[in-house]
């Protein structure tokens, strides 16, 4: 399994940005990606984006982050990174770290076998 530790949530206004960072440790050459997922109050946990993490870089985003936020990851520091852009209201969440993707279902789905405890992000307007 892959432990994983979130940093780098707060509080910002909308338009504002925030970088997110996600540091693994443990089994992180098994997993096929990294990705984050949020979980707005009330609601259920929704994907985000993930990066493939060990072959290639290749990435996939929610349409509601498309061309606003970018994963990207440094593999020597075992690090991923959400750059959260032109944020809005609705970003507000908890954003959840996440490794170890579905073998069996698309990874779009938020049953990956790893998570991080989460980090709050609000966005006033």
């Known amino acids: 399994q892959v432990q994983l530790v979130e940093s780098g949530g707060g509080l910002v206004q909308a338009g504002g940005s925030l970088t997110l960072s996600c540091a693994a440790s443990?089994?992180?050459?098994?997993?096929?990606?990294m990705g984050w997922f949020r979980r707005a109050s009330g609601k259920e946990r929704d994907f985000v984006a993930y990066?493939?993490?060990?072959?290639?870089?290749?990435?996939n985003y929610a349409d509601s982050v498309k061309g606003r936020f970018t994963i990207s990851k440094d593999n020597a520091k075992n690090t991923v990174y959400l750059q959260m852009n032109s944020l809005k209201p609705e970003d507000t969440a908890v954003y959840y770290c996440a490794a170890d993707p579905p073998l069996t279902t698309n990874w779009e789905s938020p049953i990956w076998g790893s998570w991080g405890q989460g980090t709050q992000v609000t966005v006033s307007s």
């Open positions: 990066i493939r993490w060990s072959s290639g870089d290749g990435t």
């Open positions: 443990g089994r992180t050459f098994s997993t096929y990606a």
